[in-house]
């Protein structure tokens, strides 16, 4: 991943300063969970925190999903993925589902 793949990325959200202050505060809360990712990871969270900010601008909604194909999500990424989406108004309340898949495998890295 180069800087410029995030940096078209991050314009692809439609405002590149909340994008970017949303990585930042994505990245510390990461790093208080001690959830490390790597490279392809940190990309795809940042195409997914990216198409957050662009749904949140414009109150683009996700399609509803069927919750119970997350059951096996931990309480700690759901937790990690409730507060990321709390940081953006105009979120469909399923976002945090989609986002807490990225939370639960980063964490698989550490074991």
């Given amino acids: 991943m180069t800087a410029l793949d995030k940096d078209k990325i ?3 959200s439609g405002d590149v300063e909340r994008c970017r202050q949303l990585l ?4 510390d809360i990461l790093t208080q969970a001690k959830i490390v ?3 392809t990871q940190s990309l795809s969270l940042t195409s997914h925190l ?3 900010v662009y749904r ?7 399609q509803p999903l069927d919750r119970t194909m997350f059951d096996e999500i ?3 990424s759901m937790e990690l993925a409730t507060t990321i989406c709390g940081l953006l108004p105009n979120l469909h309340e ?8 990225h939370f639960e495998t980063a ?4 074991l």
């Fill in 10 to 12: 991050i314009e692809n």
């Fill in 24 to 27: 930042k505060e994505t990245q």
């Fill in 37 to 39: 990712m790597d490279e």
């Fill in 50 to 52: 990216s198409a957050m």
């Fill in 56 to 62: 949140s601008i414009n109150k683009e909604p996700i």
């Fill in 74 to 76: 931990s309480i700690e």
């Fill in 94 to 101: 399923d976002e945090k589902y989609l986002l807490s898949i």
């Fill in 107 to 110: 964490k698989m890295n550490n």
